[in-house]
């Protein structure tokens, strides 16, 4: 059986709580004898006798469980778990036993008596939280017992001098208990790193294959690591027999960059640490939960794809669980990726891929969801090949044109620009989509070439068109963080005599995640030329327009998926909203996707006075284009 996420962490701590717990009850002990002692004539002796008789034999027998050897089965983690558990249990009985005690003596003898029954409350409740330091939930819970019943105490008997006590200790406490809280916290990381160094030291040491696991660690999650990964997927492999099924998956976190980015890397690595845990939590015993890198996480299920899918399922519902760091709550997405042995591959790195692939897959296509690797996704990835093969060898220039699709004002509907778009008729394969276009091109290296091409045409369409109507021209990520791309565009730009002014740049959000910096410089050197940049399918990732103002933009294009939901009241407040937020950043708006003249209307009244889409008019060519300008110019003609 394999199991994932072995923690010897609650041993060390058990191991420390031993030398220090013994203590912890002989101070108990002793100090009840002193107050007995000064109240021995003072109180019943039911009260100085036989009360701190039954406490302090409680104790020394509990004492003395604690100082008994111990053997390697009193070192299992769930026996170690086990009474720990059962050691902050009987932490609050004990303190409140003795609080109470301590406070039914304060009704008898005089100041310095009452001093001395302060004076106990205080050093047992500091005495315990001392003792309790690596067991920081036990300490806390003593120190909110404890002071709760001293706090209600003096508060019952209403005088000043002991309320003013009672909050002194509390605050006290509350200082100490910090200080122990970040005392147990180096604890804790000298642990971990100790640890690791341990299991570095015996795999270099012992060729056992326990002691290899050990060391496949991830130092951040606490989680089995990428070798540890591959090396049980081999072994699994090798021993695998004719009947043996189980399941290879990817799980891959959505949104994590943007936080990581935003936040800090130290936020993103509490995230990870996190979720790392909420998956050895949510681990079943058959199954294997790795990190493999960054956000990525590779699971092995010893099981068919249906019961792999529901650990997947479940394993997504905890990562997708609100995370709290500091001040702030956050919570990300994932998506993954299945691939089953024997049907979809016999070999770790057909397995592997396959199981990227589906998640590939998901996160394009199906964003949020498990996908497995499929008949369907064999042909996608056949069809994927057949594209780059067909793409590596185009003719650029006669195979990928553009089209151009009119953007107008809602008010009058006279074009003021158009976007051009891509299209590829592959002489082997026909029309493909420019989506498929773009991301072919990137995985062939042709990225920078294709953007070339489109943009000689988009030049040379421009000087067709009538000032000032404008041109906008779509930049993919790839395009925008190529250093060498940029410098090109600008070249061309430089050389033609088109006016930089009527020209805009369309990027979409995922493009400046990708690497922010480099983005943002490219984004200013397109401007500084005079050209715009519009910010494109705005509303379909993470960035809030906010986060966006230091980002060198001039207008928003509103995805199409909005103008649907203009049909609906609440999709009209969003649209609205979204709208006087652009406009309260001085960003120009166009909404896209505009197919009713229901939805072109809605558009209008919640103010944007640009749009685009196929009620307007469709993508055409530019002949086609000049021919409809042509036309709209003589019926205005005719009609003046
Ligand atoms: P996009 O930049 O958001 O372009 C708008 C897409 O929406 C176009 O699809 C357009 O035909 C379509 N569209 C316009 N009005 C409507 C409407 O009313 N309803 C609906 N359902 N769709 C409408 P197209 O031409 O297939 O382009 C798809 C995407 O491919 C573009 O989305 C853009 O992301 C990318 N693309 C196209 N051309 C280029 C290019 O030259 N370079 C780069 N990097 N990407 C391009
Ligand atoms: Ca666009
Ligand atoms: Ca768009």
């Known amino acids: 059986m394999i199991r994932a996420g072995q923690h010897p962490l609650p041993v060390a701590q058990y191991l420390r709580l031993r030398e220090q717990i013994p203590a912890l009850y002989g101070l108990l002990s002793v100090n009840a004898a002193i107050l ?7 109180a019943p002796r039911f009260l100085v006798l036989t009360v701190p008789a039954i406490l302090i034999t409680a104790c020394t027998l509990r004492m003395l469980m604690w100082m008994r050897p111990i053997s390697s089965a009193d070192l299992e ?3 170690v778990r086990r009474r720990m558990h059962g050691t902050v249990a009987l932490a609050i009985v004990m303190s409140v036993a003795y609080v109470s005690w301590a406070l039914v003596l304060d009704g008898y003898g005089g100041p310095y008596e009452h001093g001395h029954v302060a004076i106990f409350v205080a050093v047992t409740v500091l005495g315990c939280i001392f003792c309790l330091t690596f067991l920081p939930l036990a300490a806390l819970l003593v120190a909110l017992s404890v002071l709760g019943t001293f706090l209600a105490y003096s508060f019952a008997q209403a005088t000043e001098v002991l309320i003013a006590i009672a909050l002194n200790i509390s605050l006290v406490t509350a200082v100490v208990l910090k200080i122990l809280r970040d005392y147990y916290g180096s604890f804790i990381s000298l642990e971990t790193s100790q640890r690791d160094l341990q299991n570095e030291r015996r795999q270099a040491q012992s060729l ?20 540890y990964f591959f090396s049980t997927l081999e072994g699994l492999l090798s021993r695998a027999g004719p009947r043996d099924v189980f399941t290879v998956g990817l799980i891959d976190l959505d949104r994590f960059k943007p936080i990581n980015d935003t936040h800090g890397h130290a936020h993103g690595d509490r995230l990870l640490r996190a979720i790392g845990q909420r998956m050895i939590n949510q681990c079943p015993p058959d199954t ?37 760091i500091g001040d702030m709550v956050v919570s990300v997405g994932c998506s993954a990726g299945l691939a089953v042995f024997p049907e979809t591959g016999t070999s770790a790195d057909l397995l592997f891929d396959r199981a990227d692939f589906a998640l590939y897959h998901a996160k394009k296509e199906k964003r949020g969801q498990c996908v497995r690797f499929s008949d369907k996704l064999e042909r996608l990835i056949r069809s994927e090949q057949a594209i780059d093969a067909a793409l590596q060898a185009a003719d650029l220039r006669s195979e990928v044109s553009l089209v151009f699709q009119p953007i107008v004002g809602t008010d009058n509907l006279q074009p ?24 072919a091109a990137e995985r062939v290296g042709r990225a920078r070439e294709v953007a070339l091409v489109l943009f000689d045409q988009a030049i040379a369409a421009l000087a067709h068109l009538p000032a000032p109507m404008r041109i906008s021209f779509n930049l993919s990520g790839h395009n925008l963080c190529d250093v060498d791309t940029i410098t090109a565009l600008l070249d061309r730009l430089a050389a033609s005599r088109c006016e930089p002014s009527r020209l805009l740049f369309e990027i979409t959000e995922t493009s400046l995640i990708t690497d922010m910096e480099i983005a943002d410089a490219a984004l200013r050197r397109l401007r500084d030329t005079g050209a715009s940049i519009a910010l494109d399918d705005f ?8 986060s966006l103002h230091k980002l060198p933009l001039d207008v928003v294009k509103i995805d199409r998926s909005f103008a649907a939901r203009l049909d609906e ?31 072109l209307i809605s558009a209008r009244l919640a103010g944007f006075s640009l ?12 002949d086609i284009l000049l021919e409809q300008l042509r036309q709209k110019h003589a019926e205005l003609w005719n009609a003046a």
Not at 576 to 591: D, G, P, Q, W, Y
């Open 36 to 42: 007995a002692y000064t109240h021995r004539a003072l």
């Open 77 to 79: 983690v769930n026996v």
């Open 208 to 227: 056992s294959e326990d002691n290899a696991r050990l060391a496949q660690t991830d130092a951040l999650t606490g989680l089995p690591n990428r070798r």
């Open 288 to 324: 294997v939960v790795a990190r493999l890198g960054g956000d990525e996480f590779g699971l092995i299920v010893l099981d068919g794809p249906a019961k792999a899918e529901s650990v997947t399922q479940a394993l997504c519902q905890a990562i997708r669980e609100q995370v709290r």
């Open 416 to 439: 003021i620009g158009a976007e051009c778009l891509a299209r590829w008729t592959s002489r082997s394969l026909g029309q493909i989509s420019p989506e498929l276009l773009i991301a």
């Open 539 to 546: 509303g379909t990732g993470y960035s809030s327009l906010s």
């Open 569 to 599: 009241a609440s999709g009209r407040r969003l649209i609205t909203a979204i709208r006087n937020l652009a406009r309260s950043l001085s960003l120009e708006c166009v909404i896209e996707g505009i197919e009713t003249e229901s939805q």
């Open 611 to 622: 749009a685009q889409g196929y009620f307007i008019a469709r993508p055409m060519t530019l």
